[in-house]
């Protein structure tokens, strides 16, 4: 079963702005709240790697490539999390994958959405 939908990615040039969401609609508030989200990303021909994570008391960390571009945040009534990414550069095409990890170490990964940025 799907646990995680991501969303939102797409074609943008250089120096734009993409949103990303991420949906956990089979989560209940008590399994999501708690948990550790993320957003990874995988270039071509290139390990997956951390871009951005926020923790259940709303811990930030960014990849040094995208500190100061990308923004990521969590609506635990909602049960998402977004990652807003301005002053796009080419090198950040990628796949980009929402990930959880519950409270009780279980690991969750999303489909993944594609960004593609463009000179």
């Known amino acids: 079963q799907v646990q995680l939908v991501e969303s939102g990615g797409g074609l943008v040039q250089a120096g734009g702005s993409l949103s990303l969401s991420c949906a956990a609609p089979?989560?209940?508030?008590?399994?999501?709240?708690?948990?550790?989200m993320a957003w990874y990303r995988q270039p071509p021909g290139k390990e997956r790697e951390l871009v951005a994570r926020i923790t259940s008391s709303l811990t930030t960390t960014y990849a040094a490539s995208v500190q100061g571009r990308f923004f990521i945040s969590r609506d635990n009534s909602r049960k998402m999390v977004w990652l807003q990414m301005s002053d796009l550069k080419p090198e950040d095409t990628a796949v980009y994958y929402c990930?959880?990890?519950?409270?009780?170490?279980?690991?969750?990964w999303g489909q993944g959405t594609q960004v593609t940025v463009f000179a």
């Open positions: 990930n959880q990890v519950r409270q009780n170490s279980e690991i969750y």
């Open positions: 089979r989560n209940i508030f008590s399994v999501f709240a708690p948990s550790e």
